[in-house]
């Protein structure tokens, strides 16, 4: 951690390219837009002739802008001798280390190509036995709500009564919640994006934990504040005026690690944002130093409970790591309203490399363990299950919901919706879509308004995806969905993983 | 307008006139020893507060607290004063945002979590991760703290936490600190005054301590520094907000003060790699 802890000198030694842009010149109309346009300098203009100057990353702003259709960016062939065993990647690796001696930094989820389990799940569909249901016609629900239930109906003189839990539920109008990008992480104008389009869309967002810009509390009743270990941002309003409060424990993509936005991300408005001075690294210790225990845990989730009045419903978000059935039922047990779980391949700004690519559970099997714990535990009636972390499609959200989640938790999908091509620069600033990055000019270039729209039609599709699921299955609302495992089979490479999730394998029926 | 299916504060609405608190002259007291509801839970303690708060009320003395956490959490009232007598128990005044809060016995871990403004008195001790995170306000404790006090502290423009320690403070003093300012005087004992791992990975902000600090004490990330006058001018202030406070004399000398501040306010730069594999 002191200064430098890195190994000093840094040892230059030049890596083959990844990408490179490719102009064809008898289209190209010089008007070097894409150079004014590459925030990575991969362009330049020489003589008459845009040229690739090394240092591509795939961003793909270039053939965005380009108004002659000109621009191919292609990935480089491989440049060392074939191996079997020592991939380009890790011999990249070892001469990047090797030159810097540092943490190699990552972010976007986990970028390997071990197969989500998610592709290895199939939906069922109804057939003679249950009529399906045309969901253009009849109406099928995807209203959830997020944060305690009272767990039991009471009827008291014929009529059901509904018992009020300690906090008010929050409607949600599809089973899917923006998950916490920061301001920070993402720019100004990306997290307003996101907050719009879920204030259109009548779900939450959340707020990472880089507290609130004043401007943005006008979106406060759609926004899922961050109770984060670095306690960025909290102030009353943070905590009272906003839908929800979530404390984050952990993250999918660096479960036990904590959070560093390096000082050039801190502008003037992130060092007012956050309460820290200009330019120092701001840093979110690896534990919250209050909770060392789930009793410690529900103290603060009690302490927050307090601070809002009991009008705020109060989640934790975890990790998905081994054990993590176990630990979700303390969590609710120490009296969340709701629990997210993060998976493995889940989102970030910026993580090491070995966390994110080597550490955590995937969100399948953490949903199905969570869930299965919980029922076991006589708790699953309680609590909104929300999970996350690499969801991809509302394929992969209905198979979240069929193992066992409420609601969906998504980021990723929301920040390409406006515009992202997930090329894992973000830890870099550059971000040339304005999305990652706090450079004003780049941030210029990210429509709120826009980016916002293009979010709203992407859950919308989604949703009406979900509702032709749900009446294909004889389905008419999502509850039913929830932790409906029956509804998917297993057809992937080790039944062991279907039996743990409690899946059964593609050509086992019901009797 | 919240789209909730249950209407906001239907819940844990406090159903006193109780018996126990009395409200005369923009006055409140609350003896729990009165209390029907002994020991009287958390949140019938904190409703009351709030209660109280709400009515306008500009002190509040709380008697027999035994325990009772939360205390006044997030209480915005400029200039209200909270006087609580007795033990209050974790997380007192956690996010307070104005108020003055004074405790005549010890307050037990987390006071002042993450608080905003204010300020909160110890005429006693105050025990681990007192000052956690706070971004704003001032802890004056008279006697000894605990483990990682002080921990993350912010600082932004002029607002900036103070936290003065009367006795001594254990180990991880100032961890992770980003801003504001510590004070440790060490009266009353002997010896170091401050743990091991002082300040450890410390980017902003800076401890005086009254005594000797060998260099092993000190964290990784936290460096030895002159002290300069402005910070003889800090410390006076202090000073004089304690003397205030507890009506005690602090050494006015201002020989013997170390001053540990980080050794960058970029830790983790030439930490990371950022090339992309």
């Known amino acids: 951690m002191s200064e430098g802890a890195g190994a000093g000198k840094r040892l230059d030694h030049r890596l083959p390219e990844r990408f490179v842009p490719t102009i064809d010149h008898d289209l190209c109309r ?9 925030s990575y300098q991969a362009l330049e203009f020489r003589g008459s002739r845009v040229v690739p100057a090394g240092g591509c990353v795939a961003c793909g702003r270039c053939i965005a802008v380009c108004p002659a259709n000109c621009i191919e960016v292609r990935p480089v062939p491989p440049q060392f001798a074939p191996h079997g065993n020592w991939s380009e990647r890790a011999r ?68 059901v009564v509904v018992r009020e839990g300690d906090t008010p539920l929050i409607r949600l109008d599809m089973p899917l919640m923006f998950g916490h990008i920061s301001l920070g992480s993402i720019s100004y104008n990306a997290q307003k994006a996101l907050f719009m389009a879920a ?23 759609r926004i899922c504040s961050e109770v984060a270990s670095g306690r960025f941002g909290i102030k009353p309003e943070y905590l009272k005026e906003v839908a929800a409060v979530e404390i984050k424990i952990g993250q999918g993509a660096k479960p036990g690690h904590g959070g560093h936005l390096p000082g050039e991300k801190v502008t003037a408005m992130i060092s007012e944002t956050r309460m820290i001075p200009l330019g120092t690294d701001a840093l979110s210790p690896y534990p919250h130093h209050d909770v060392y225990s789930i009793e410690d845990l529900a103290q603060l989730i009690s302490v927050l409970k307090e601070a809002t009045e009991y009008r705020t419903p109060v989640g934790v978000k975890i990790a998905a790591v081994h054990n993590v059935g176990a630990i979700a039922s303390g969590v609710v047990r120490a009296g969340a309203d709701f629990l997210t779980v993060d998976g493995f391949k889940g989102g970030t700004g910026a993580a090491p490399r070995v966390i994110r690519d080597h550490a955590g559970l995937p969100i399948e099997v953490a949903i199905s363990a969570v869930d299965q714990r919980l029922v076991r535990e006589g708790l699953r009636n309680r609590v909104t299950v929300c999970a996350g972390g690499g969801v991809r499609s509302s394929a992969d959200m209905i198979k979240a919901l069929a193992l066992g989640a409420d609601v969906v938790m998504v980021s990723t999908a929301a920040l390409i919706a406006m515009g992202c091509r997930v090329c894992q620069q973000c830890h870099r600033g550059l971000c040339s879509w304005g999305i990652a990055t706090q450079r004003d000019d780049l941030v210029a270039r990210l429509d709120p308004y826009i980016a916002s729209a293009r979010v709203v039609h992407l859950f919308h599709a989604w949703n009406e995806e979900l509702k032709e699921v749900l009446g294909a299955m004889g389905i008419d609302s999502v509850e039913s969905l929830v932790g409906n495992r029956d509804r998917l089979r297993y057809r992937g490479p080790n039944p062991k993983i279907a039996e743990v999730m409690g899946v059964k394998h593609i050509g086992e029926g019901w009797g | 307008m919240r789209d909730a299916c249950k209407p906001k504060g239907h819940s844990h609405e406090c159903d006193c006139g109780r018996e126990c608190m009395a409200i005369a002259d923009g006055r409140a007291v609350i003896d729990l020893d009165l209390s029907s509801e002994r020991p009287m839970h958390y949140t019938t303690l904190n409703c009351a507060v709030r209660k109280a708060m709400r009515q306008g009320c500009g002190s509040i003395e709380i008697r027999g607290v035994i325990g009772q956490r939360y205390l006044a959490a997030t209480a915005s009232v400029p200039g ?52 956690l995170a706070a971004r704003g306000g001032q802890i004056l404790v008279k006697g000894d703290t605990g483990y990682r006090v002080g921990i993350h502290m912010k600082e932004f423009g002029d607002v900036r936490p103070t936290l003065v320690i009367g006795g001594t403070a254990k180990d991880h003093l100032g961890e992770y600190m ?21 300040g450890a990975g410390m980017h902003g902000g800076r401890i005086f301590v009254r ?32 003397e205030r406070a507890f009506s005690v004399k602090p050494p006015r000398s201002m020989d013997g003060y170390v001053k540990v501040v980080p050794s960058s306010s970029r830790p983790f730069s030439g930490y990371y790699d950022k090339t992309s594999v």
């Open chain 1, 30 to 38: 010089a008007c070097q837009r894409c150079v004014k346009d590459c």
């Open chain 1, 92 to 159: 990249r690796a070892i001469l990047a280390q090797a030159s810097s001696g540092g943490v190699l930094l990552s972010s976007c989820g986990a970028d390997d190509d071990r197969p989500a389990i998610f592709d290895d799940l199939l939906l069922d569909a109804a057939q003679v036995t249950n009529p399906s249901i045309d969901p253009l016609r009849e109406p099928v629900e995807t209203v959830t709500y997020l944060g305690r239930r009272p767990g039991r109906l009471e009827v008291q003189d014929g009529r």
């Open chain 1, 199 to 221: 204030k259109e869309l009548n779900i939450v967002a959340g707020s990472g934990e880089g507290g609130l810009h004043p401007d943005l509390y006008e979106y406060a009743d």
């Open chain 2, 80 to 131: 209200l004063h909270i006087t609580v007598h007795g033990t209050p128990g974790n997380d007192l005044g956690a996010f307070l945002n104005g108020p003055t809060i004074e405790v005549f016995g010890n307050a037990q871990d987390m006071t002042g979590n993450t608080m905003n403004a204010g300020r909160i008195i110890v005429h006693g001790n105050a025990w681990d991760v007192t000052g």
């Open chain 2, 178 to 198: 980003a801003g504001g300012t510590a004070l440790v005087l060490g009266m009353g004992g002997e010896g170091v005054p401050v743990g091991r791992n002082l």
């Open chain 2, 211 to 242: 005594g000797e600090v060998p260099p092993d004490r000190l964290g990784p990330g936290a460096a030895l520094a002159p002290v300069l006058p402005s910070d003889t001018r800090e410390i006076m202030a202090l000073l004089d907000d304690f």
